[in-house]
């Protein structure tokens, strides 16, 4: 049985903040925007969320809930300096790290001899470490599967950890909530709600061939996560090409307004994930896709810097008007490839 670790730094960006200036650790913060510029926040700190400010949410929202909230530009270079430093904190107990973005990563403890063996001890230790060397706090969850770490790391932020063995995963999964295995969006939580289906206990006495025909991969990976199942091994050698955003419609759309306002949410998601794996926003292109409802998709995008919202809804209007041909649309997605490693790092040279 495997011993996995999910490591998640509270409030990452935020904590860096107030650590290095002690003067803002009792009032809301946030990262992301300005008061004078539409923007959406990457990040809060737990005074601002008391207010309700959260992650992807815009700018001009967070100040409504939080008039007196104050707004940080990011300083990338000392998020990327901590993340280096609880990387290599890592290292010291496995080599077998995936790292997710700049404040979460996966470790695969299960032939480490450290602390006698006990995945529960070593993340304790790793999250103290974490603390003593740099003065943030981080919050661990402890699983044999890869999902139920990240789902565990989540129940006793901050500062916490939660530890399901793998005589309690049958029992932890039956109650719960879909909604809460990564993966499933707020989409696809409502249509399972619509069907009947709740709790990981509904999917265990549901058909996985109506699964597959209504959700298709999705639809294998929820019967497997209902199960307690996840195969998926640590990947340390990946290295991250893209990230996107996209949504299945309960119901094909024929407006393009609809189609905006879709775009305009998907938008806050995709940066609110850019952000955590490429803080400075810079990227190789970026583009949109449409699946219309005879199931042809069409993917259009453009060479572009930085990401970049207007172009995103312009490009998404040009598919629409030359592309749809009348069909109506049943997803709308938005996707950016990243920069090389290598030639960013000439450019950055070159500067």
Not at 40 to 59: C, D, E, L, Q
Not at 68 to 90: C, M, Q, V
Request: aromatic letters at 6%; hydrophobic letters at 40%.
């Amino acid at each position: 049985m495997r011993k996995i670790i999910h490591v998640d730094m509270d409030c990452f960006f935020a904590a860096v903040e107030m650590r290095d200036n002690p003067a803002l650790r009792d009032i809301p913060i946030a990262i992301g925007g300005s008061r004078v510029q539409r923007g959406v926040i990457s990040t809060a700190n737990y005074p601002a969320r008391k207010f309700g400010v959260r992650s992807a949410m815009p700018t001009a929202m967070a100040l409504k809930l939080c008039p007196h909230l104050t707004l940080l530009p990011g300083r990338f270079d000392a998020y990327k300096a901590a993340s280096s430093h609880i990387r290599e904190i890592f290292s010291r107990y496995t080599s077998l790290i995936e790292p997710l973005s700049l404040d979460e990563a996966y470790l695969d403890v299960s032939d480490s001899l450290h602390c006698q063996g006990s995945a529960t001890l070593m993340a304790e230790e790793i999250r103290r470490t974490i603390f003593d060397e740099l003065q943030l706090t981080a919050s661990a969850g402890i699983a044999p599967v890869k999902f139920l770490a990240k789902i565990a790391s989540d129940m006793n932020k901050p500062n916490g950890q939660f530890v399901i063995a793998p005589h309690q995963v049958a029992e932890f999964v039956r109650t719960l909530p879909l909604a809460k295995i990564p993966g499933v969006g707020k989409v696809s939580a409502a249509k399972l709600e619509g069907m009947g289906l709740r709790t990981c206990e509904d999917v265990q006495k549901s058909d996985l061939a109506m699964l597959l025909q209504r959700f298709g991969k999705l639809g294998r990976i929820l019967w497997e996560r209902s199960q307690g199942i996840d195969e998926r091994e640590i990947n340390n050698t990946r290295q991250r090409k893209s990230v996107g955003v996209e949504r299945t419609l309960m119901e094909d759309i024929h407006e393009w307004a609809d189609c905006e306002a879709i775009i305009e949410n998907l938008y806050q998601e995709l940066e609110r994930r850019l952000v955590k794996v490429k803080p400075d926003l810079l990227i190789a292109r970026q583009g949109v896709k449409l699946k219309f409802n005879d199931f042809q998709l069409t993917t259009q995008e453009h060479v572009w810097p930085r990401l970049n919202k207007a172009d995103l809804i312009s490009t998404a209007h040009k598919t629409w008007h030359e592309r749809r041909g009348g069909r109506g649309v049943r997803l709308v997605g938005l996707h950016v490839t990243l920069l090389d490693p290598q030639l960013e790092r000439q450019l950055v040279l070159g500067l």
